[in-house]
């Protein structure tokens, strides 16, 4: 029993977590439907595979931003994908060769060439304190 608590609270303790991160999606073009938000610990599935995201959110927008705010987070090394569901169908609409008609984003504001950009460039290092970030809704 001793040596089974022991355990519990070293996988507890050896594992640092995030106090608060704070995401703002900005330059949205209006209020309706919601912001989808992928969060990965990990490039497979990055940027649009929901079953591999370590989790995903939906989040209300209001005067034109959405804002995520996420505790409890690991420590660790994440990226995030997003983009404006305006209809509410959880769909990302693409038009001819994969040209995005719904405003989308990525952490770092990082931008893709001719497809949605790697995870090592919109990666971001999560530690212990507190953080902000903002990301910009592009179309």
Request: glycine share 8%; aromatic share 12%; charged share 15%.
């Amino acid at each position: 029993m001793n040596q089974l608590v022991f355990l519990i609270l070293y996988f507890c303790m050896s594992t640092p977590i995030n106090s608060h991160f704070n995401v703002t999606f900005t330059h949205l073009p209006h209020n309706e439907g919601t912001v989808h938000v992928l969060l990965f610990n990990q490039p497979d599935g990055f940027p649009n595979t929901p079953s591999k995201a370590y989790r995903s959110f939906k989040v209300p927008i209001s005067n034109g931003k959405a804002d995520l705010s996420i505790k409890g987070l690991p420590v660790g090394i994440y990226a995030i994908s997003t983009f404006h569901d305006h209809d509410g169908d959880g769909l990302f609409r693409t038009g001819p060769f994969g040209i995005p008609k719904d405003p989308y984003g990525f952490s770092n504001d990082v931008r893709g060439v001719f497809g949605p950009p790697a995870f090592e460039k919109a990666a971001f290092t999560l530690k212990e304190a507190p953080r902000k970030m903002s990301i910009r809704m592009r179309l």
